[in-house]
């Protein structure tokens, strides 16, 4: 890389810190974080930025330009922007493959039958020809975290716990090519109609309990509040470990979860659908940095369901009438 380009990339990131985005590196040609280089589980706390607690790539994204300048003129790192710090939710179009639609075709389809269509925003080309489309984070209690899917083929967002690679970093590898602005204008407000098809999917988020409604279960459970709060600390554990899995362990980490959640759903506590989405919406950093792709994780978590169907997990006998999962 020539001393222009890494000026580039120094430049670039400046700008986007001036307008208020914190940034952070990315290993240069790759979408994975330069720091930290290791997950909160295998933390020892040498990293000097750990010595009270872990701390991942989020919270080191930065708008500080003394560390902005000390790291790129050291190294030509690619940009990340850290969605959730930023106030962005960015809407990943993907092209069309494995016979699925694109995530324009998909976008296409949600603005006809909303009667609306996403105002004109700033724009970025991926190397695979899809298109982030980014936008300001609405104003609710929660902000808008990752999906993967959620809306359709071809369309997965990022927000909170999410990042993006910026320009003009330029990834190699099969996939791999530059990142470029395609349209600059600022960023616009998610308009409400396109937040309401996030907030209110049927396919429920990370964070709510997803206790499956079905009272030929739910008879046998002799405290439902108690098995709520069972199911929703089983399912973040869970969720937690997929994100925080370490390179070289991701896949197999996913596949685990999998079936864990696929124990819980032949229990009847979990509908499966929904445990489906959130092992998605778990692993879609992962996706993002490049570790396997959508089909990839989403075959995973089909094998691990499947197994964990199979294997009903036997739930602590406080929790139902029999003492013994049905």
């Known amino acids: ?115 609306q269509q996403l105002p004109a925003t700033w724009t970025v080309g991926t190397p695979r020809g899809g298109r982030h489309l980014y936008y300001r984070q609405p104003n609710i209690r929660r902000p808008l975290g990752n999906t993967a899917g959620r809306l359709g083929p071809g369309i997965d967002t990022r927000g909170a716990g999410g990042y993006v690679v910026a320009p003009p970093t330029i990834t190699t590898g099969p996939d791999g090519g530059p990142y470029w602005l395609v ?40 405290d439902t509040d108690r098995a709520r709060r069972y199911v929703t600390r089983a399912v973040a554990s869970e969720l937690d470990r997929i994100v925080a899995a370490a390179d070289g362990q991701r896949n197999h980490t996913l596949f685990c979860a999998a079936i864990a959640l696929g124990q819980l759903a032949a229990t009847g506590l979990v509908d499966q659908d929904q445990a489906e989405q959130q092992l998605l919406d778990a692993a879609s950093a992962h996706v993002a940095a490049g570790a396997y792709s959508h089909h990839q994780a989403r075959s995973t978590i089909a094998s691990g369901l499947r197994r964990g169907l199979a294997e009903p997990r036997r739930l602590p006998a406080d929790l139902t009438t029999t003492g013994a999962a049905s």
Not at 17 to 33: S, V
Not at 83 to 104: E, I, M, R
Not at 210 to 220: F, K, S, T
């Open 183 to 222: 349209d600059d204008h600022e960023p616009a407000d998610l308009p409400h109609w396109f937040s309401q098809l996030l907030t209110t999917s049927t396919r429920a988020d990370r964070s709510r309990p997803i206790l499956h409604n079905d009272q030929r279960q739910l008879h046998q459970i002799a």
């Open 1 to 115: 890389m020539t001393t222009a380009d890494r000026s580039q990339l120094l430049n670039s990131a400046l700008a986007y810190a001036e307008a208020g985005w914190p940034i952070f590196p990315l290993r240069p040609g790759t979408k994975r974080p330069a720091f930290p280089n290791h997950t909160e589980a295998t933390c020892d706390r040498s990293d000097r930025r750990c010595h009270d607690g872990h701390t991942g790539w989020e919270a080191r994204a930065t708008l500080d330009t003394g560390r902005i300048e000390a790291a790129w003129r050291h190294r030509p790192y690619g940009i990340a922007i850290a969605c959730g710090p930023a106030g962005l939710l960015v809407v990943d179009l993907d092209p069309a493959k494995n016979g699925q639609p694109s995530g324009a075709d998909t976008l296409a389809v949600l603005e006809e039958q909303a009667g």
